[in-house]
């Protein structure tokens, strides 16, 4: 029944949506059989455009990794730090990419550089606070446990602090993934001048040109590929920590 | 107890002079303790919740500073087995076992075979820890102490969590190690059968700040096993002890 009741949810919204939008001119809402019907006719433009948003998100979300989990190491280790640069940080999580992404196309160009760059600005702070309470979550008799033996700072993070710290990290990257996509297709809203075909750019491009079925069919493969990201970083997160950490199993 | 032990390093004297300790809020837990253990003597101290005979141990074990008074363990290498098993969830039994020995820049498999032996657990080595149950996690916690060759064996309630039958069954091996190395040894307890059963003297301690209630030495040959129980020296002894404790009138 438990695997049953997404599908019949699934279904019932499917019927609900197909029944609302036969009193709907299509280019307000279409028919799911139309979605269905673009998806197919545009799938190589649409797995290209995938590829692209794809590409964008990960190297955004692969930087934000870098920079949030170093960040949080540093903040972690430093209240002091933490306190003198928290303002920054959150700037970064308050200000809306959209109103970056314009400035972003000045200094950097039309390109993969701006997506890859919003990609990277909306992860970077889950995995940064993440990186910091997980750090923060250590065990203290963990920690005696190292310092009876004289454990260095290093020794520390690494043999402990560090993989204490992953289940937390994890949580952080799941949530940066699906963020990661929304960051760079808004990159590509603003950024992309269609070379290469991206998925942000044929959203806006076949709405505007009333071409709802095929807006769907991007949006559909957006969320594809945000489920596609997270359930990948899940089967990571239990080949590496599932086996002693239960709630990655 | 120090007999079979004569390969080890010696086991140290450990002196407390006027031992003062306060936390930052200003609570007084040591006011001036003073105590001494012989070489490879097993020392338990018993008394009631939060009297502050944990924080004593973790004095002796250089996890807390003393606020004031000196704490004299010679060279001795340290060991502390915790309340819980307090093992690292992401390393099988034998890098648990061996952590001491990193962290230190050892390796000694060999060590670690011979600790893990010791406690009954060879074929748990390749084992993560959750896979094992309380009582042997807590074995495995034991041989973590043992491999790095501690000559001060300090040990917090290593059993309190643990059911009666396992708890019977680690005081006999625990028991056995201590005769067979004897470290210099001070136990955390609340089980005053426990300490009669492991340790050559027994503290009684109230508090905050810490006082001895009573000390007395244990007269039965070690090492000891359950039947030791029904002996009326063990009898009179834990009977001594609930009165210092005053344990027969609630708090």
Known sequence: MSRALPALIGLVALVLWAALAAR?????????????????KQGPRLGEASLTTAFAALTGLGIAAVFGGAAGVLFARSPALERAFAPYTLLLQTVPVMAIAPLLVVWLGYGLKVSVCTAALVSFFPILTAT??????TPPDQLDLLRLYGATEAQTLWLLRL?????????????????????????????????PVSLGYLVLRSARSADTPLTFAAIVASTALALTFYATLR????????????GAS | ?????????????????AVRFVWPSGEEILSGLSLELAPGQVVALVGRSGCGKSTLLRLAAG????????????????????????????RTVAENVALPLTLMGEQDPAAVASALA????????????????GGMQMR???ARALVSQPTLLLLDEPFSAIDALTRARLHSELGQILDERGLTTLLVTHDLHEAALLADRVIALAGPPLRVLLDVPVSLPAPRGRRDLYDPRVGALVHQLRAALDLDTPP
Not at chain 2, 4 to 17: F, I
């Open chain 2, 140 to 142: 495995v916690s034991i």
């Open chain 2, 118 to 133: 010791q406690v009954g657990l060879t074929d748990a080595a390749h084992k993560l820890p959750q896979a094992l149950s």
């Open chain 1, 24 to 40: 709907l001119p299509e280019v307000l809402l279409p028919l799911p059989i139309e979605v269905g019907r673009a998806l197919l």
């Open chain 2, 63 to 90: 996890l807390s500073t003393p606020t004031g008074g000196v704490i004299d363990v010679g060279d001795a290498r340290r060991a502390f087995v915790f309340q819980r098993p307090n093992l690292l969830p992401w």
């Open chain 2, 1 to 17: 107890m120090a007999e079979g032990a004569s390969e080890a390093a010696p086991a140290p004297r450990v002196r407390l002079d």
């Open chain 1, 132 to 137: 910091v309470a997980g750090l923060r979550a």
């Open chain 1, 163 to 195: 993989p204490s710290a992953a289940p937390f990290v994890f949580a952080g990257l799941r949530s940066s993934a699906g963020l990661g996509v929304i960051g760079a297709i808004v990159g590509e809203f603003v950024g992309s001048n269609g070379e």
């Open chain 1, 235 to 246: 089967r990571v997160e239990t080949r590496l920590i599932g086996a002693w950490h239960p």
